[in-house]
């Protein structure tokens, strides 16, 4: 079996980046450490095209896995480094070939680079060599420059040789900047925890808002998101979550409201708590898990009567998604058999039975009048309970 000492990262949309380019490859830097530091041996070198990790005898498999929740890597392959000769060159170029062949018939090709111009072969001429060599020693193999099954790649740096088979696809996306912090509000559905992982790919570091209604909703809906958001540390690493009580604010909008426009009025009321939430903890946007035309709550009307209530820009990731689009992502990064234990949320437990699907401005401010807005958003953020999720541990940090 080859003997893979390395994994090369490759950047992908970071390469686009001009200026800000030295800025994000920091942070991915940054993060593949954060996700390898269970692995003491490992180094990680960067450079300005790729990162190298240097394995140092640790298994491939599990830093391979690790490295691919990390947003900011386009793809990534193990490889095994050599020196600046040829005939070693070939002598690794025919293990790896073996290994990943194992016997099968198979084509193949092979595609040097040569950014180390003092090495005194020639690109083509190595395809050539390297090529004939592997082609001599094996057997049900050959070569398929177009399509082949297999491709061999040949990196002549200047520190040496590097040579991969396999090229396995990354998370893409952006690495995480401190600096981007948004506010995710997040309920216990399928939709909102695929907006926060959407929201962490384009570079954004995210804090989670849950409204939370006991007796109305139980501890294990609560648990449900603290798991969801356990699972959302997996690619952006530790995260805040902010657990508002909105027991009193929803038993005030039942009770005052008229029963069409109590979910337009929760939602706006929701809006408002983030926005102060957003304010307190320096969040400059605040995202949700509105898909366009899904819901009540989620037509253009509806989005236009409660984004009224806050300044703050609104991203929304899924707006122009399914629902089936939605739940293969949510199944594709281990959400979805925890969005569907049956333990409903605050919004499910209240829902009226005729929810206003274009619901109006003016009548939303005409029914607040009504309504004591100030005095319940400052309750519910007084309320706040805010905990540190980590990516590590298996227990919450609680945050005085």
Known sequence: MAMYDHIIIRYGEISLKGKNRKGFITSLKKRVKQVLTDYDSIE?????????????????????????????????????????????????ALQLVEDQQRGESMTFKVTVRRPFKQFPHRSQDMNRDIGGFVLRNTENLTVDVHNPGMELKVEVKQDGAYLSCNN????????????????????????SPVAGYLTMKRGVKVEAVHFHSPPFTSER???KV??????????????????????????TIQKEMPDNYSMTIMRRMMM????????????????TGESLGQVASQTIQSMNTINEVTNYPILRPLISMDKLEIMKISRAIDLYDISIRPYEDCCTVFLPEAPKT????????KFEQYLPVDELVQEAVAGVETIIINEKDEEFSDLL
Not at 358 to 364: D, L, M, Q, S, V
Request: no cysteine.
């Open 358 to 365: 274009k619901p109006k401005r003016e009548h939303a401010n």
């Open 221 to 223: 809906s609560r648990q």
């Open 226 to 251: 603290e798991d969801l958001v356990k699972v959302l540390t997996r690619y952006g690493g530790d995260i805040r979550l902010h657990v508002v009580p909105f027991t009193n604010t929803q038993k």
């Open 44 to 92: 990680v070198h960067q450079s300005f095209d790729r990162m190298v990790v240097k394995l140092n005898g640790a298994n491939h498999e599990p830093v391979i896995n690790k490295l691919k929740t990390v947003f900011g890597i386009h793809s990534l392959s193990v490889a095994i480094k050599t020196e600046h000769d040829l005939d070693l060159i070939k002598e690794k």
């Open 272 to 287: 408002r708590i983030t926005e102060k939430l957003a304010e307190q903890n320096h969040a400059l946007a605040i995202a």
């Open 168 to 191: 396995s696809v990354g998370a893409g996306g952006l690495p995480t900047v401190q600096d981007n912090k948004v506010m995710l509000m997040l309920s216990g559905g399928i939709d």
